[in-house]
Nanobody
């Protein structure tokens, strides 16, 4: 079992920055790809960013490319999402998710077995 706990959400003005963290418990963290998703009111959950097991490969949704950076520290069982140049349309609940061991990063949320509780990010104009 893997448990994920996000932190770092909050309210920020457009153009500002936030750094989300996701702390994982469980032995399989280092062998799992990790993803960040978000869900705005009335919308489906969408892929934001993903990172491979080693951290050597990262993937981003077009809407956040160049503004967000995903990283991980396997020694600390933690994955991060640095969000810069935030826009009002980035407002959502952000979730980290653990993918299946030894599998590549995918954007489909149904391929992720473990989810955090979510953290709210609100960007005002």
């Amino acid at each position: 079992q893997v448990q994920l706990v996000e932190s770092g959400g909050g309210k920020v003005q457009a153009g500002g920055s936030l750094r989300l963290s996701c702390a994982a418990s469980g032995r399989t963290f280092y062998s799992s790809p990790m993803g960040w998703f978000r869900q705005a009111p009335g919308k489906e959950r969408e892929f934001v960013a993903g990172i491979s097991m080693s951290g050597g490969s990262t993937y981003y949704a077009d809407s956040v490319k160049g503004r967000f950076t995903v990283s991980r520290d396997n020694a600390k069982n933690t994955v991060y999402l640095q969000m810069n140049s935030l826009k009002p349309e980035d407002t959502a609940v952000y979730y980290c998710a653990g993918g299946r061991t030894f599998r590549p990063v995918v954007a489909e949320p149904t391929q992720y077995d473990y989810w955090g509780q979510g953290t709210q990010v609100t960007v005002s104009s």
